[in-house]
């Protein structure tokens, strides 16, 4: 039996001395073109599973060793904590807790269980070097992959777009690209500075140069100019969407749950950005990481993400203070620093959120290893038969040499079923998502194995609101498919009311998943709206939808258009004209929301007011485009009273195709009206 137990805990400790450095070398590298985001959902999976190896190899190595170990890091009661507030968070604060767990609440718990099994079983150089091996290895892969797509060598490959734009590279981008390969150069080059081995030398000079010779090739990817627009939210937003936060005290400790920045963004977001490139751009996450946890999980996860980077700082700084730090901690102390500045600078992708973890753990293991200021403490709770004349020196005795250890025990009966759990629902996650990338694949050469996908995703996923989404939209196609045809048959007729009675209950079902996701509203909406000339009571239902709309995206100035669309196609010209109003306060430099309340004036027969929204319109378009030449003409018309109709330049809206008139219009069950928060 012993034997056995030290063959296991050999195993379980050999898993946590590699899985730090395999990690680092993986993680940056690893896509796959199989689901529909190539790069965040697989890292994000590495991340799960390399979480998932530690923590168990750490409960395992417990049990062999018949106690609790555990390494008192600077980070390590800090990064417990922080995982602890988003889980709270998640389940007090998120309308949709289920999306809140699975996503970067379940990467900030697997990165912490990576973090503390390492740091808790491991004690030796070799982890630190490989560590920092596997790093600077796959940012010089990344690099020389990077440096090839920019200078347009895999432009001549027989490959999809996607594979041979200048801007393709392993790690997802050239922001990511960015925020991983930087803050490993001044590593690298004190590495390099401080080898002894004239070939080890050679080799980090050379890894710096080509980590530099990259990281500048993809920075004109996205300066101004280069083509490319850079999509981060500005720091000015950031902070007054962050600080609205505080008017609530349970926002203000909690934040507004895990994953819910989209929601704080619409409903906080300030008129300011209606006027710049960003107007129309629905952001996921704020201008930096910080400003994301803050925002997110409030002041409480904020002050124990910045108390990790605080206290290790600060023991590294001691050592060098005292002249006693090591090359490979100075190396640790200078990542973890490096990390910090480029969460504090753009909001974190996964690659950045590994790369953090890591130079924790590393700078972690080098205190550990050169220093005494990490204490282990070794925590046990045992069961023993004695007998009466036992003395309390033999009760310690025996409690230590044979008596059954329950603590290690009680942790694994307790951890191991909450991750078997949460992997099942991982496993049919990622399957949902294979399913909706074949759906994407497939979409126009085969519909209904598209539609059988659709179906299966939502069915492995049931909680997730955006496959209802895609469900809705891909039953309205289908519906409109079959009432282009002609001669309509009475199945025909059966199929379309099937399909629209399917989106609606879908659109619903995704409102009432994500109740406070705009973009659950708007679709619900969009569906509604493709109905009116096909279902009784549809524009009713459009209109509630789309207000329900405005309230969680108020300073939005496309939706006070699009409902105000709506309201003229009913002819109810005084609402309609209250909406573009409101739109043209929201962004006055819309040119579409001045010519829509010029068509309003037209009819009103308000012709100073037309004119002058119409000049509003020719200051916002370029004076050689066809539509400057249209509102022009429409100008001249005003005064010989000719009624312009809507709909004869592209300023308008673009509205969802409809399904064609029918009549009498179907009348729906009352279950498909939408179901509005009290």
């Known amino acids: 039996m012993d034997a056995m137990r030290q063959v296991i805990d050999k195993l379980a400790t050999q898993i946590l001395r590699f899985i730090l450095p395999v990690t680092a070398l993986v993680l940056p590298l690893f896509f796959l073109p199989l689901t529909t985001e190539f790069f965040v959902v697989n890292k994000n999976l590495v991340i799960l599973i390399a979480g998932s190896l530690a923590l168990l190899a750490w409960l395992v190595r417990n049990i062999t060793r018949r106690r609790v170990h555990l390494s008192l890091t600077p980070a390590t009661v800090p990064l417990l904590l922080l995982s602890a507030v988003y ?44 560590t920092f091996a596997a790093l600077i290895v796959s940012a010089a892969v990344a690099s020389l992959l990077s440096l090839y797509s920019y200078l347009g060598l895999s432009a001549a490959l027989s490959a999809p777009a996607w594979l041979t734009g200048k801007t393709f590279n392993l790690v997802g981008g050239p922001i990511p690209f960015l925020t991983f390969v930087i803050p490993l150069i001044p590593v690298a080059l004190y590495l390099a500075a401080t080898a002894g081995h004239w070939l080890t030398k050679a080799v980090l000079l050379f890894a710096t140069l080509l980590l530099t010779a990259a990281s500048l090739a993809q920075i004109s990817l996205i300066i101004p100019g280069s083509g490319n627009q850079l999509f981060i939210l500005p720091i000015s937003a950031g902070w007054s969407i962050a600080v609205d936060i505080f008017k609530n005290a349970r926002t203000a400790l909690l934040g507004t749950g895990p994953e819910t920045f989209l929601t704080a963004f619409t409903r906080l977001k300030p008129l300011s950005l209606n006027q710049g490139l960003l107007w129309d751009t629905r952001f996921t996450s704020s201008s930096n990481e910080f400003f994301t946890i803050l925002t997110t999980v409030g002041l409480l996860g904020a002050f124990f993400w910045l108390l990790s980077f605080i206290k290790s ?55 550990k290893l050169h220093t005494d200021l990490i204490k282990d403490i ?43 759990y949460f992997w099942y629902w991982e496993v049919r996650t990622y399957a949902a998502d294979l399913a909706t990338y074949r759906a994407l694949s497939t979409i126009n050469t085969n519909a209904t194995e598209s539609y059988n996908q659709q179906i299966r995703a ?95 995206d108020p300073n939005n100035p496309r939706l006070h258009l699009e409902l105000g669309g709506l309201f003229f196609a ?17 962004k006055s430099n819309w040119a579409n929301s001045h010519y829509n309340l010029a ?31 249209k509102v022009q003409a429409e100008i001249e018309e005003i005064n010989k009273q000719t009624k312009a109709q809507a709909g004869e330049t592209s300023l308008e809206t673009a509205s969802p195709a409809p399904l064609p008139s029918v009549t009498p219009k179907v009348s729906l069950p009352k279950e498909s009206a939408p179901n509005l928060p009290n």
């Open 378 to 420: 070794s925590l046990n709770l045992s069961a023993v038969s004695l007998g009466d004349e036992t003395s309390h020196y033999d009760l310690l005795r025996e409690t230590k040499k044979e008596g059954f250890q329950l603590l290690p025990w009680i942790v694994a009966i307790i951890l191991i079923p909450i991750l078997v």
């Open 458 to 552: 939502y069915t492995l996923d049931p909680y997730n609101p955006y496959y209802r989404i895609n469900f809705t939209q891909t039953s309205l196609a289908l519906a409109n498919t079959i009432a282009a045809r002609r001669d309509l048959t009475d199945q025909d007729k059966s199929n379309i009311t099937q399909l629209v009675q399917q989106a609606i209950r879908e659109a619903k079902n995704a409102t009432a998943l994500d109740p406070a996701n705009v973009l659950t509203w708007e679709n619900l909406s969009n569906t509604y709206r493709q109905l009116i000339n096909f279902a009784e009571g549809a524009s009713d239902w459009a209109i509630a939808s789309y207000n329900q709309a405005i309230s969680l």
């Open 313 to 367: 700082i600060r023991a590294g700084l001691s050592q060098i203070g005292a002249k006693k730090a090591s090359p490979d901690l100075i190396a640790g102390l200078i990542l973890v620093c490096t990390s910090l500045l480029a969460n504090l600078a753009i909001p974190a992708n996964p690659t950045l959120l590994g790369l953090t973890f890591i130079a924790l753990a590393v700078l972690s293991l080098s205190l």
């Open 87 to 130: 889980l709270i968070s998640a389940f007090v604060q998120s309308p949709s807790p289920y999306l809140a767990v699975t996503g970067r609440t379940a990467i900030i718990i697997a990165l912490t269980a990576l973090y503390v099994g390492v740091t808790s079983s491991q004690k030796n150089k070799p982890v630190i070097n490989l």
């Open 570 to 586: 009913l002819k109810d010209y005084d609402s309609a004209g209250k909406l573009y109003e409101r739109a043209i306060e929201l």
């Open 599 to 629: 068509q309003i004036m037209k009819l009103k027969k308000d012709n100073p007011r037309a004119i002058d929204q119409l000049r509003a319109v020719l200051q916002l378009l370029d004076s050689t485009s066809e539509d400057y030449k």
